[in-house]
Structures are given as C-alpha cells and as structure tokens.
C-alpha cells in the first residue's frame, strides 16, 4: 500500500514561513491530483491547497496569497510553501492524494493520505 509521508511542520512565530513536503512511498501511483488538507483542534477537516497534474492550483480563500502549492509529478511529491503565517494556520496539515492504483490492467481510483505534520504558529 502507497504511503504519503509529510516532512517540514513546526513551530513558527507569526509571520514567518515553513515549507511543507510529501512524496509517495512508491511510484506505482498516478496521481489526478495532491492535495494538502488541515485540522485544527475540535475543527472540521478542511482542504487547503490542490495541485492537479495538469498543474492546476486552487486555494481555500483564507490561504490565497500566502500559500503555494507545487510538485513533481515524476516523482509524486508535492509542497506547500506557508509565507506571513498566522496563529489562526495553527493545525495538523495532510498530504491527500487521488490516483489510479492496483491491476495494472484494471487500476481503480483510489484516494491516500499522510499522517500528517503539525504546523505551530505562535503570536
């Protein structure tokens, strides 16, 4: 089974910026898309930032303009660049993935996700 690995978070003084990275544990994937998603204590997941791999990019509007997505499809990893970081960023961040995987000749569609990694922004 495919596993999203994230690396990057940590503690951050508002203002400044991590880089958060995620590469897949194999490259028998094809990914349609990466995503990274958040989660603040006693919220609701929410999806942050997409990358499709026709390098598409769309952003939740609280992000828009702070955060860039990036990757490399050839190597199933994606980024997520944080600039001006806010106390209110503060959450455990997921890498996501949708890609065909399994049968060679039958992949089905499948969605992946990482453990995560916490992102700590203090005021």
């Known amino acids: 089974q495919v596993q999203l690995v994230e690396s990057g978070g940590g503690l951050v003084q508002a203002g400044g910026s991590l880089r958060l990275s995620c590469v897949a544990s194999e490259s028998a994937v094809s990914f349609n898309s990466m995503s990274w998603y958040r989660q603040a204590p006693g919220k609701q997941r929410e999806l942050v930032a997409t990358l499709t791999s026709s390098g598409s990019t769309n952003y939740a509007d609280s992000v828009m303009g702070r955060f860039t997505i990036s990757g490399d499809n050839a190597k199933n990893t994606v980024h997520l660049q944080m600039n001006f970081l806010k106390p209110e960023d503060t959450a455990v961040y997921h890498c996501?993935?949708?890609?065909?995987?399994?049968?060679?000749?039958?992949?089905?569609?499948?969605?992946?996700w990482g453990h995560g990694t916490q992102v700590t922004v203090s005021s």
């Open positions: 996501h993935g949708i890609g065909y995987y399994g049968d060679p000749l039958f992949p089905k569609l499948t969605t992946f």
